[in-house]
Each structure stands twice: as C-alpha cells, then as structure tokens.
C-alpha cells in the first residue's frame, strides 16, 4: 500500500510538472520622451576670490564688474638683480616679513633662495633671502 501511494503522488507530481504554461506576453520598452529644456550653462562659472575684495551678503547676487582693458603699453622687463630681498624673521626659519609692507610675514616655505615672490599685501615682487 505504501508503495503504490508513493507510486501515484510521483505520478501526480510528475503529471503536474511536466504542462506547459503559456510564455509571458512580450512587452517592448519604450525610450522616455522628456520635454526639451533649456540650455543654459551649468554649473555657473566660478568667480575668482579676492580676499581683499568688498564682503558680499550671502543673499545677495554676484555683482558684475566690466573686465579691465588690456595695458596698452608693454611693461617694461625688471631684471631679477632690481628686486629687494624679503627680510628673515628671527626664530621663524619660512617667514620674511616683506620689504613693501613692513610688520607683515609671509610664508615662504618651498621657495629656493633667490625666487621671486609676489608680495600678497602690494603685489610686488621681492626675492627670497
């Protein structure tokens, strides 16, 4: 009895997988169709900082300023001999404290002696001692 009963849920379930279901319809996937947008820039362009420019609210809009004309003179070549040295800070082997705004460092860490270097404060040109 065990056996026969075993022999007809095999039969059953071997019945049962084998009909074949109907294969799922087929669909075709449309591309999205997105309204045109506009073409504007993106992302803006970066204002350069000033540091020692005027301080903007954080509200308020970028003022645009006209770019400066170009000089209409070339300026003249200073050789690198015309350039004053900046003035070592004791104690402090990367400071010089500037020849153009004296009471003011600045770090020259990297620089070879001799470099030029911009004045951050006047933006002249001094060389590293």
């Known amino acids: 009895m065990k056996f026969s009963l075993s022999l007809a849920l095999f039969a059953a379930f071997l019945l049962v997988s084998c009909s074949e279901e109907p294969p799922p319809p087929t669909t075709r996937h449309r591309p999205a169709k ?70 003011k460092y600045i770090d020259v860490e990297g620089f070879p002696p001799g470099t030029e270097v911009k004045d951050p404060y006047t933006d002249k040109i001094f060389l590293v001692p």
């Open 34 to 103: 997105y309204p045109a947008t506009e073409t504007a820039e993106y992302p803006p362009p970066q204002q350069p900082f000033n540091p020692n420019g005027p301080v903007q609210p954080s509200g308020a809009p970028p003022v645009e300023t006209a770019p400066s004309p170009p000089p209409t003179a070339a300026p003249t070549k200073v050789a690198k001999g015309d350039y004053p040295y900046g003035i070592p800070v004791p104690g402090k082997p990367h400071l010089v404290e500037s020849p153009y705004s004296p009471g």
